[in-house]
């Protein structure tokens, strides 16, 4: 038995609150502001929490490599421009997006609330967390909310023979009565970009069907996707279409760069794509009846009796509950960098 015992990875656990104060202190130090690194923080500690690992932690290395690099500047201060009765533009100024979604976001809800419907559309941004995040707080308040964002070109359009897309997500949040708001967030690829490099780190091989390597053969081998390979949209072409829908509302739509317009080779160690990002806002108690929460309970119900064993976001969800309950477990031995980070000079 102390042989089993033995070989089990040793791990900490530890509340959300210190994860967050931990994740803040390493974005100060490698060069962000306070206000940036807290949101920032907050975001990464809450993927981890919800169990989002590809997007947790493990998104430290490339936050700080794409820092250190200069390619985005951590201490940014969004401009937030009022350009019409249901529109907000926001420049984040070569900025992480989260922080403009911030500064924009009393504005966005204001707005949303008074017309019933507001767009926001941030330019000059880098997105690297996920999306479900921006979007999921909006339910909470009562509010639907539809967010897309484009990256960097790594994604062969259906039927093309070299890579063009991004991953170019799409994230839904809807309020739900007497429940978890529904929320999803899904890539237009087969697989998030961040799902190959855990495989890759891992050793493990991806489904059929995930992406091509440097010839455009297909391909299980997650390091040869990530040398030279590509990613495969979702679905053939309807992923297809979806993610050039995601590059128009995401960079041409706002003023941000498409996937493949950006130069980052003069940036050795940049990561974050400079993008762009579109959130639209419903207020649906402007709809007839206002019930629309009710509604979406009704729909949950009927999708439960028809056999569904789990709605989108079941698991984050359950993730969530566990670890506020019990804390947040990480490797011992990565919680001991995260520590070194958070103190080095």
Known sequence: ???????????ETLALADLTELLQRIFEQHGTSSEVAQVLAHNCASAQRDGAHSHGVFRIPGYLSSLASGWVDGRAVPVVEDVASGFVRVDAANGFAQPALAAARGLLVEKARSAGIAVLAIRNSHHFAALWPDVEPFAEEGLVALSVVNSMTCVVPHGAQRPLFGTNPIAFAAPRAGGEPIVFDLATSAIAHGDVQIAARQGQMLPEGMGVDSL??????????????????????????????????????????????????????????????LLIVIDPSKTAGNHFASRSEALVQQMRGVGLQRMPGDRRYQERAKSLAEGITLP????????????AR
């Open 1 to 11: 038995m102390s042989h089993a015992n033995a070989a089990l990875p040793e791990v």
């Open 216 to 277: 455009g053969q297909p391909t299980r081998d997650p390091k040869a996707i990530l040398n030279g390979g590509a990613l495969l949209p979702f679905g053939g072409h309807k992923g297809s279409a979806l993610s050039m829908m995601v590059e128009l509302l995401s960079a041409a739509l706002t003023g941000g760069n498409f996937s493949f317009e950006f130069d980052w080779s003069n940036h050795p160690g940049a990561q974050t794509p400079w993008t762009g990002q």
């Open 332 to 343: 011992a031995a990565e919680l001991a960098r995260l520590r070194e980070l958070a103190s």
